[in-house]
């Protein structure tokens, strides 16, 4: 082989690699699109809790029975369950009362769209029995990370099965500042003062556009 031809093998090894990458960001993209997003898997948001318990079993004539409120979100929309991790909106600029109307945080606004409007219905949604110290935990399959979250806890007196969740319902527990990009993030929360059923409201802001999820999470403090 003559001398010149060895330059060219890792020239060649340059272009095999840059291919590689764009194939692999191409990948990359394709899965953030597909396979998407995260949400609170514990204590478990509405959706995510339907999915875990009827995933695997939708077609059970019991759901209606055990599980009134996922039945009827079912029944309004199944992609309510299956997209359990795509409940966001885009571009809301950190406006997040201005963009989620009272009656409407467990949608996150989305009540005009025909796939998350049953997260609003007002009922016995099963809960997560928690103590005032609890952890949040978000599941982010495309691990954007995190701007900032914000958890709130719903006000003794509240009643989550027969009122419809106002922002003046919440009190911010935990603000937070920067996570890096992770499949797993874990929150420390401390709620005090509180027993029976509670919802947890979560805004996740991610870091890698301006997208905001809005999480409920039904719990039970015990
Ligand atoms: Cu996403």
């Known amino acids: 082989m003559p001398r010149h031809e060895y330059a060219k093998a890792p020239r060649r090894a340059v272009r095999a690699l840059t291919l590689l990458s764009a194939v692999m960001l191409f990948l990359n993209c394709w899965v953030d699109i597909a396979a998407a997003h995260g949400s609170i898997v514990n204590p478990a948001s509405r959706n995510y809790g339907c999915w ?15 599980d009134p409120m996922c039945w009827q979100a ?23 009362q201005g963009a989620v109307p009272d009656g409407q945080l467990c949608s996150g606004g989305l009540a005009e769209s025909a796939r998350y409007r049953s997260m609003d219905a007002v009922g016995p949604w099963k809960m997560t029995n928690i103590g005032s110290n609890f952890t949040a935990q978000l599941y982010d ?20 099965a027969t009122q419809p969740l106002r922002w003046s319902n919440l009190e911010l527990v935990r603000q937070t500042g920067r996570y890096a990009p992770s499949q797993n993030i874990s929150i420390d929360v401390s709620a005090p003062g509180r027993s029976g059923r509670h919802v947890v409201f979560t805004i996740w802001q ?6 905001a999820y809005y999480i409920c999470s039904d719990v039970n403090f015990t």
Do not use: C, K
């Not at 079993?57 to 029975?65: C, F, K, R």
């Not at 309004?76 to 406006?95: C, E, F, I, Q, T």
């Not at 399959?141 to 989550?160: C, K, L």
């Open 52 to 66: 875990l318990r009827w995933g695997n079993d939708h077609l059970n004539p019991n759901m209606q029975q055990e």
């Open 74 to 96: 079912w029944q309004d929309n199944p992609n309510a369950m299956w997209n359990w991790n795509g409940l966001y909106r885009n571009n809301v600029g950190g406006n997040h």
């Open 141 to 160: 399959q495309a691990s954007h990370g995190a701007d900032y979250f914000r958890i709130y806890v719903t006000r003794q007196g509240y009643d989550a």
């Open 206 to 211: 991610a870091s890698h556009m301006d997208q």
